[in-house]
């Protein structure tokens, strides 16, 4: 069984090589890790504005563009105030 089986159906961040930031439901995923993602948004983070969310929906992506996988505790991301938070942009991975 796949670390990730455990993830199905819970709400992930899956952080790119490119850097970007992305949130939704686990719904499955392949033996090159290729991911679908539903209810997904991208995380667009600014040192001069709030983080910004797009809504993506129904969402793919590729195994081999993923860095990271994380479980989200929705208890706390919901509480976060996101028009606030401020961060520099994840630059992409470096190997």
Do not use: W
């Not at 392949?30 to 809504?55: A, K, L, P």
């Amino acid at each position: 069984m796949s670390g990730l089986e455990s993830y199905i159906n819970h709400t992930v961040s899956i952080i790119t090589a490119d850097g970007r930031n992305f949130i939704g439901t686990l719904k499955g995923f392949d033996q090159t890790i290729n991911i679908i993602v539903d209810e997904c948004h991208e995380r667009v983070f600014s040192t001069t504005s709030g983080i910004e969310q797009i809504v993506l929906g129904l969402h793919i992506i590729r195994g081999d563009n993923i860095a990271v996988i994380g479980l989200i505790d929705d208890t706390i991301d919901s509480r976060l105030d996101l028009a606030n938070i401020r961060g520099e942009p994840l630059g992409p991975v470096v190997h």
